[in-house]
């Protein structure tokens, strides 16, 4: 067994491998970023070793430094956790060619697994259902609207290459085809740096389900399925196992498939077999096709463990070490259900844009898995991913696990950013879901009512309203007591709007609060607020927002608008187009001079690996546009600007001269 390993990773997947490095007696290696030097993964590893700039191409896709980093201090082998170097052949090679051990498949199974089409040509040889559809070498234009032709509409073009659901177009008919085509090309040439593209069928009310399979590159066994369904943008949210109405035979013939697909690569150490069903009749075993196969650790593996009590990590590093498959492999058994919920820093009702920033607060309530890399006071920045942490929760029967994360996330603290937190919630409690009645697209035909902001009761519009005048305090530290103003109005500021509340002071424990028209009265018992005698949970004031928190209803945002500043809270849409992070402009889709809609797209930024179109904040005339396509781009800087309002009605005539 290894005595020491270097885990080239960073976030919560470097701190999860370095939990079972410890518990196996293993020593282990944090590589960083100049940002990271004092993140989580950092603090949990014995020995950490600086690897560059923020920017990953500078510090973790920097293969060379990181074997160097790991021949330096003694490491062993290397974990690559998921993203960045795990699925590099090239890294593969060069970790090995260096005497160390690269804990993760070969790099030729990497390689047979690496682009889609060559990967479902070898499936359909080893006998797996793949999606009908061409995945040939032939990418000329009018060979694949013809290919579509004979598939059948819907079809959906995807980059061979393709990963984060990047390089993906659905198209309902041929007169789209060509627009979609150039597109997803476009895509996946940027993304990618190869714009070869395949075309297959689209799936009618698809489900994705993933076949979790170990191998030690003799032989392979699967641990089950996960369906990971719930997604925004092609991006998984939710993740469960095992698959809701999985029979007995569909799980029979899909695990049977991933085990073929893994052994016909020899593969070795944990991969996921996905795969896309149609579910429009049920779960039906003729009714299940390859997609792709990610060759490492998943994201949402811990749902996996929880309902095996197999630790993967712990079987990648045996097998790794040369164990054959451990004997538990023969014995794998399904105990009770498990649903995983990613905790994002993102703004779901702004189209899930990721939010940067400092968490001031964070906490999660026991009974659950929490798999983090992030404590309070530490920042989400615009380099990495924004997931904030995974919470997994296990029970012995679906409703039981569901019940738990419901809870779980209610009593989940995050202050400081914006989060999906609500959005979360929301979703686990939509009845459809409930149900086990899920498709890829119930995120998106519900995406209104899941990102609504959930509504407060006036009892915690009346606790955010003590907290933001200190009173959540001991009194000789709040903004006023007894010897200042005996009524005040505050101003908070919720999601749908102004909330005016005023506070009448009785006493240093005793309040009465108006909330609208409705009075309620506080009272301080052992320090906490109650509410019309009844808990309300606790408030946070952090800068300038107010977050309530109750273990029951869950979280509840206002903001304190600035007194002094002008009226205007950021509702009246100035005339400036403003980047609301640092990123690359893609595209700029109007000139100066063109009239637009309230709504109607300007720029594509693209930001922490997504791309977000920045709209017209109103209808006018586009006066400057400030950016070119391939610019890099700070948080806050100009991109367009609209015409001061009343002069767009009249589009100004050129004279000529
Ligand atoms: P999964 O199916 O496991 O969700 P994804 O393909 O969505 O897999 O990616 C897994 C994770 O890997 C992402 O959530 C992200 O954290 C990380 N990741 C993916 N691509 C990159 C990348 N290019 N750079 C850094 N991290 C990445
Ligand atoms: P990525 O490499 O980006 O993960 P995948 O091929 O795994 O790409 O597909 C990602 C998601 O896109 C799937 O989980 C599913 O929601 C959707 N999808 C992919 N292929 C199909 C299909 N043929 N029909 C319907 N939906 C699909
Ligand atoms: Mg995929």
Known sequence: MFRKILIANRGEIACRIIRTARDMGIATVAVHSDVDGAALHVAMADEAVAIGGAAPADSYLRGDRIIEAALATGAEAIHPGYGFLSENPGFVEAVEAAGLVFIGPSARAIRAMGLKGAAKALMEKAGVP????????????????????????????KAVAGGGGKGMRRVDSPKDFAEALRAARAEARSAFGNDAVLVEKFIAKPRHIEVQVFGDGTRAVHLFERDCSLQRRHQKVIEEAPAPGMTDAMRAAMGQAAVRAAEAIGYRGAGTVEFIVDASEGLRPDRFWFMEMNTRLQVEHPVTEAITGIDLVEWQIRVAAGESLPPEADRLAISGHAVEARLYAEDPAGGFLPATGRIGHLSFPPGVRVDSGIRAGDTISPWYDPMIAKIIAHGPTRAIALARLRKALAGTEVAGLVTNLGFLSALVDHPDFAAGDVDTGLVERHQAALAAPPVPRPSHVALAAIAACGLDRPPAHAGFALHGPLVRDVALLGADGPVPVRLSVDGADTLRVAVGDQWLSARRVN????????????????????????????????????????????????????????????????????????????????????????????????AAVSVRAGDQVEAGQTLATLAPEGEDEAPQEEKSA
């Open 130 to 157: 793949v999606v009908p559809g061409y995945h040939g070498d032939n990418q000329d234009d009018e060979h694949l609207a013809g290919a579509a032709d004979a598939i059948g509409y819907p079809v959906l073009v």
């Open 527 to 622: 320090g906490r607020w109650r509410l019309d005698g009844t808990p309300a949970g606790h408030a946070l004031l952090l800068g300038d927002a107010v977050e309530v928190f109750d273990a029951e209803a869950g979280s509840f945002r206002f903001s304190l608008p600035d007194p002094l500043s002008r009226d205007d809270g950021g509702a009246t849409p100035s005339g400036a187009v403003v980047a609301p992070m640092p990123g690359l402009v893609r595209d700029v889709l109007v000139e100066p001079g063109a009239g637009v809609a309230a709504g109607d797209p300007l720029v594509v930024l693209e930001a922490m690996k997504m791309e977000h179109t920045l709209r017209a904040g109103r209808a006018g005339r586009v």
